[in-house]
Each structure stands twice: as C-alpha cells, then as structure tokens.
C-alpha cells in the first residue's frame, strides 16, 4: 500500500500521482475507494518528491469540500491518538513511533487546507489562505477542549521542532479561540515563545496567523472582563511578540524581498487586519499605540498605497482614525504625495461596500482620518485629484442614505 511506502528524495512522483488522481476523481461517490486514493495521494504530498504542480489542481465542489472536511478530521483524530500513545509510552522504539506518527498526522492536515488544490505542507500560501476548519460527521463544529492536546503537543519542545511546531500552529488556527479555559494559559504562552526573533519565520508566520484567527476573542478582553488564564501582564507581552513576529530585527538592514522584507503583502495583510479588529478595544488601542504597532502600521503605508489594495487602506485609515479620535497625534504627515492613493483608493471601494455588515460602523474613524488628511494636504495636490475624491465621497452618502431607506422598508 502506498502511505506505508517511503519514497526517495527527490524522486518524480508525478506518474505515480496522475494515475492516483484520475481515480480519485473518478471516485467520488464510493467514500472507500474516495478515502484510500486521498489518503495515497496525501502520503505521497508529504514526501520529499516531486510533483508537477499541476497535477494538485482540483475542481472542489460541495462533494469534494464535503471530502475535505473529511480528510482534515480523520488526520486530526489520527494525531491525536497518536499523542496520546506518545504519553503514555515508555519505551524508546514506541515513543519514537507515536512521535512520527503524530509529525506524519500533521502533515497530511495540511495537504488539505487549501479549498482548490491539494497542498505541500510547507507551501508558504498554506499560512495565509490556507483553512484547516472540519467539521464532525453531524456538521457541528469542533469545541475548543478537543484541541486540548495539540496544545499540550505545541508546548512540549521535548516533541516538536520548528517544522512541527508551525504545522502544529497551522492546524491550532483552525480553532479561532485562545483555547479551553483550562488550556488557554498554555497557549498564549506558546504563542508568545513561538514568536521569538530567533525562530523561524515559518513559525513566526504561522502564529501570526494564529492570533489573527482568535482576534475577535482578543477584542473583546478588557481588565474587567479577563477570561481564566490571561492577565494584563500576558496581553502585554502577546502585543510585544506579535511586533517582533512580523519586524524579527529591527537592528537589521531592512531588505525589500523574501518572507522578512520591510513590506510582504500577505504578511502585512494578515498583521493590518489584526491591528484593526484590536483597536476597536480601548485598552488594546492604548497598548498597541505603546508597544511601537502605530509606528509599524506607519510604515506599511507606502506599501500599501502601491499595491492599490483599497480594503486593505481602509484598514489602515481606520487604525489611524480611531488613534487620532483617542486624542493622540499621529507622528506622519498625510500631506506627503505617498498617502494620496491611500486616502483614495478606499473611498473608490467604500463607495460600493458602504452598505455591507463592518463598514457602517467603522465610517467615523474613516471619516477621521479622511479630515485628519484634508485640513493638512497643500496646494501640491492636483485639483483633479480633489475632484474625484469629492466625487467618491458623495457616492458614498447617497449610497448610505439609499441602504438606510431600505433597511427602514423592511422593518
């Protein structure tokens, strides 16, 4: 059988795989046979073979989405069996088995998180688009208890290395919490340890993402509300190692490409995103502000204003919308031709999008930050420029007004 096949360093596995897929695909509707070929398939991804990229290409309907669910679920349940063997194991030749076992478990996860291809599991894209969410044979979603011992696998160093532990990470986001009430110590602590300057950035990157996943948890702790296992002090230092997760060495020449470039799109989509939903919290805004993330989102705004991406400015604008509405100065000026698109751009899109759910709200600190720009942009700004940012603006009211005439129709 082919997942008990070791296969050679750098062999082409992509026959092999062909013939696999075609049969997989081919058999959808007989779970068995569906189960045995992506399991086969799965095994051979995790090897140090070739594979024609092509070849992991799938057209993922609701079957196959079914199917994927499917996959992640039973290499989860296959981890952890495996670590609780590894626990309770005392002999050398059986501890070395379980923890294979459980490395191997891993792994095959995340051949599957992405929704329309198969995956290498340490395919960078894996960190920022890939879902690990499953879900049991009923629908229903995991609790947070049953990570309970990914967590416990996370913390123990005697059991991982860097390659683990981030597709441990990967496999944690799929959780979207801070963790079990009795767990979720142990995890921020992981969480922070795991973003030290000195680790990876695979595993720096794969816990940003993990953080981002349970950002709406995040938001809502304040000092009078602290959840069992978090304090002040903790949240201080998440807030410190989340900084040096995405800027490792600020010691360091700053370099313009690679995972740890001054700017990565990915990653500093992944870290705006974050840093926005956290600023709506009073308490997080003040800390962020402190810890140095203000200055960081700062210099992200070039770019941002190149790439265009105008969700992404709006992100940033409400950031600095909600630090001026605080009553703290933002140490830039807007005036410099380099903010333009930034203002711009998300006022083209907001224009559109103002109706939807997570824009209505958030169009104050936007409106705050578009002043903050305006009361300070000189006569260096084309007029055409003013013109059309006028004109966005305008669409942007009339389309609120129309939305609000319709959600008072329909109550």
């Not at 079914?66 to 495996?82: E, P, V, W």
């Not at 578009?370 to 260096?380: A, E, F, K, S």
């Amino acid at each position: 059988m082919i997942p008990f096949v070791q296969w050679s360093p750098n062999l082409d596995a992509s026959a092999t795989f062909a013939r696999l897929r075609d049969i997989f695909v081919s058999c959808q509707d007989r779970e068995e046979l569906c189960v045995k070929y992506g399991k086969a398939m799965a095994h051979i991804c995790i090897q140090p073979v070739k594979i024609d990229e092509a070849l992991l290409k799938l057209s993922w309907n609701d079957k196959f989405q079914g199917n994927r669910s499917h996959f992640i679920r039973n290499a989860f349940m296959a981890g952890r069996d495996a670590y609780h063997q590894l626990k309770n194991s005392s002999k050398v030749n059986d501890i070395l088995k379980h923890r294979a076992d459980t490395r191997t478990a891993l792994r095959t996860m995340l051949v599957h998180g992405q929704s329309v291809e198969l995956s290498r599991p340490d395919d960078e894209q894996l960190i920022w688009s890939g879902d690990m969410c499953w879900y049991h044979g009923d629908g229903c979603e995991p609790n947070c208890e049953e990570f309970d011992w990914l967590v416990d696998y996370l913390a123990s160093d005697a059991n991982t290395n860097y390659e683990t532990q981030g597709d441990a990470l990967l496999a944690l986001s799929a959780m979207q919490e801070l963790g079990s009430p009795t767990k979720r110590l142990s995890y921020i602590s992981s969480l922070i340890r795991c973003m030290g300057s000195t680790r990876p950035r695979r595993v720096r990157h794969t816990v940003l993402r993990a953080v981002f996943e349970a950002r709406e948890e995040l938001a809502s702790i304040t000092s009078v509300s602290m959840p069992e296992g978090v304090d002040v002090h903790i949240l201080d230092e998440l807030s410190r190692a989340v900084l040096t997760a995405v800027h490792p060495n600020d010691d360091e020449a700053i370099h313009d490409t690679g995972p740890d470039a001054s700017f990565h799109e990915d990653r500093d989509y992944c870290y705006i995103r974050l840093i926005y939903t956290l600023t709506q919290n009073d308490e997080w805004r003040q800390r962020l502000t402190r810890d140095g993330h203000l200055d960081r989102c700062i210099s992200l705004v070039n770019g941002v204003s190149q790439k265009g991406h105008s969700d992404v400015g709006f992100y940033l604008l409400v950031i600095f919308g909600r630090i001026k509405s605080s009553g703290r100065d933002l140490p830039f000026s807007p005036a410099e031709e380099r903010c333009w698109p930034l203002l711009k751009n998300p006022w083209n899109s907001v224009k559109y999008l103002v109706g939807e759910d997570g824009y209505v709200d958030e169009m104050p600190a936007f409106v705050t930050a578009t002043r903050l720009n305006l009361t300070i942009l000189d006569d260096g700004v084309p007029r055409k420029w003013f013109t059309e940012l006028a004109e966005d603006v305008h669409m942007t009211l009339v389309n609120l007004q129309q939305s609000q005439a319709i959600l008072v129709e329909h109550q």
